[in-house]
């Protein structure tokens, strides 16, 4: 006898063949037939007119504020989001030193486009380690499973503070300290590091985001920090940062890395596709020029009352020949 059967929904199955419409078996927790199955269950649901396809996936969120106030985190699980990962571009909001919160959520809020009286009024700040975070995120209850990256700039802004997103090289104690927290994190349970070079990534005032300004060897040194070759995955908003860079990195540390948003934060333009993959030194001195004028338009939301509201924070910043794609 079956635990569950669902009858009559139309099945997408997820391997890319044709809708059809059949009952679905489940067995302890397991698939156990689809299409004509034995109809003796423990429980019998009528699904006739409805679709019934496996979770998503969703690769890509900002969740990390959202869930100390929010378990239900909606609208993912309504979307039909099982699984979410969070702490995407490595902007966490841990470790979370208390001095440095509004300075975390002023940030974010600019770019993640959320609004900065919610984030102060919501975030329980019941952590400040990432073994504290863990253990909220376990007792919370959340709708969804959730996978947890540890924050390049989280981990540079709780080690540098301001100076995070002005000052480019930190002192040999302080990416030490940043390595420790990284260390810290996989061994806490994060499924990898997040990080950004995306030029859209602008902090309150315009400032960029501390990891964008950061030296490629900084991030080198992190995903080395993660352990062993194989442990942990790495995901980036990886802006003029090129493949083979990354490659490199990936190699180096036997570690998968995924490009989350690459070219696609770019203008369609080819002129500004053949910029994405440039020479390190263009790369560099792109990277010089971003660190001085940086518009505050971020690529993770694009509606025009946000980039009124972001616009109106930036204080002397240039906002010249920046791209404004939308994107996460
Ligand atoms: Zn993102």
């Not at 070759?229 to 995924?258: C, K, N, Q």
């Not at 509606?303 to 616009?311: D, K, L, M, Y």
Request: glycine share 10%; charged share 20%.
């Amino acid at each position: 006898m079956h635990d569950l059967v669902i009858r009559g929904a139309t099945v997408v199955d997820g391997l890319g063949h044709d809708p059809i419409r059949a009952d679905v078996a489940v067995k302890d927790g397991r698939i156990a037939g689809i299409g004509e199955v034995d109809k003796d269950a423990s429980e019998i649901v009528d699904a006739g007119g409805l679709a019934l396809m496996p979770g998503i996936i969703d690769l890509h969120t900002h969740y990390d504020a959202q869930v100390t106030w929010d378990p239900t985190l909606s609208p993912s699980p309504s979307l039909g989001v099982t699984t979410a990962i969070m702490g995407s571009c490595g902007f966490g909001i841990v470790p979370s030193p208390p001095d440095l919160r509004d300075l975390i959520m002023r940030n974010l809020a600019v770019v993640e486009g959320m609004d900065l009286d919610a984030l102060r009024a919501g975030i329980d700040w019941r952590f400040q380690s990432f073994a504290e975070y863990m253990t909220m995120l376990r007792g919370r209850g959340a709708y969804m499973n959730l996978g947890v990256l540890a924050g390049h700039s989280a981990v540079r802004t709780a080690v540098m503070g301001e100076a995070a997103s002005v000052r480019k090289q930190p002192t040999a104690a302080e990416l030490a300290e940043m390595k420790r927290l990284v260390g810290e994190a996989m061994d806490q349970g994060a499924i990898g590091l997040g990080g950004s070079y995306s030029l859209n990534h602008s902090g309150w005032g315009g400032v960029p985001m501390p990891s964008t300004i950061s030296e490629i060897a900084e991030f080198d040194a992190l995903v080395g920090a993660m352990g062993g070759p194989g442990r942990g995955v790495v995901e980036i908003s990886s802006g003029p940062i090129t493949p083979d860079a990354m490659e490199e990195i990936a190699a180096r540390h036997g570690r998968r890395i995924f490009m989350s948003t690459a070219i696609a934060l770019y203008k369609s333009s080819i002129r500004s596709a053949r910029s994405a993959y440039s020479t390190p030194a263009e790369q560099r001195r792109r990277a010089e020029t971003n660190s001085t004028s940086r518009s505050p338009v971020s690529p993770c939301r694009s509606t025009s009352r946000w980039q009124a509201r972001t616009h109106s924070t930036a204080i002397g910043r240039s906002t010249r020949s920046r791209p404004t794609t939308a994107s996460n």
